[in-house]
Antibody, heavy 125, light 109 residues
Framework: QVQLQESGPGLVKPSETLSLTCTVS????????WTWIRQSPGKGLEWIGY?????????KYNPSLESRVTISLDTSQNQISLNLTSVTAADTAHYYC?????????????????WGRGTLVTVSS | EIVLTQSPGTLSLSPGERATLSCRAS????????LAWYQQKPGQAPRLLIF???KRATGVPDRFSGSGSGTDFSLTISGLEPEDFAVYYC?????????FGRGTKVESK
């Protein structure tokens, strides 16, 4: 059973960089879209972006965050990392990592079928 | 970006009743394979219920069903169980950025 666990500081100062790690256990990190999502009361669920380990390795980010976000994969550690620079109070949220991709009937479909428990990050001085 | 509008915002029903949740997209979801539904309970991460508009995820009871295409999708719970009272989100992965609806809360009447 694949499990995801987010880790990182719960408090980040304004203008600094938010850095989170998601550790994957119980399964392979290959052949999926490894995704970060955040949730705040004001903005609901917001897709941050993904790192794809399927086929051509690539990343895709939400244009609203693209200038500040980097998602990377460390296959030796089975970890996905999120860096978000120049944070403000608007970046305060629960941050989740999730595995996007369901294999069914020989086909691949989008769908975030495994989620971490999430971690609350507060941006405050 | 594609805006997903979910209705109603809150659905007040009794156990055993049928729940029908709507998700309308601001533009066509390029392929119904790219529409998913999630359930979220307080203090928990979302849980995948439906992918590809109508396929149930592993372990999801068959009282949950999804349908729709283009811009109109729906999630039906055929007979509410106590554990089904939660918030439900639709999400599209057809056009970047992936987006979520604001959710429908199904509460006990």
């Amino acid at each position: 059973q694949v499990q995801l666990q987010e880790s990182g500081p719960g408090l980040v100062k304004p203008s600094e960089t938010l850095s989170l790690t998601c550790t994957v256990s119980g399964g392979s990190i290959s052949d999926y879209y490894w995704t970060w999502i955040r949730q705040s009361p004001g903005k609901g669920l917001e897709w941050i972006g993904y790192f794809s380990s399927r086929g051509n390795i690539n990343t895709k980010y939400n244009p609203s965050l693209e200038s500040r976000v980097t998602i990377s994969l460390d296959t030796s550690q089975n970890q996905i990392s999120l860096n978000l620079t120049s944070v403000t109070a608007a970046d305060t949220a629960h941050y989740y990592c999730a595995r996007d991709g369901v294999a069914a009937g020989g086909a691949f479909y989008y769908g975030m079928d495994v989620w971490g428990r999430g971690t609350l990050v507060t941006v405050s001085s | 970006e594609i805006v997903l509008t979910q209705s109603p915002g809150t659905l007040s029903l009794s156990p055993g009743e049928r729940a029908t949740l709507s998700c309308r997209a601001s533009q066509s979801v390029s392929n119904s394979n790219y529409l998913a539904w999630y359930q979220q309970k307080p203090g928990q991460a979302p849980r995948l219920l439906i992918f590809a508009a109508s396929k149930r995820a592993t372990g999801v009871p068959d009282r949950f069903s999804g349908s729709g295409s283009g811009t109109d999708f729906s999630l039906t719970i055929s007979g509410l169980e106590p554990e089904d009272f939660a918030v439900y989100y639709c999400q599209q992965s057809g056009t970047s950025p992936w987006t979520f609806g604001r959710g429908t809360k199904v509460e006990s009447k």
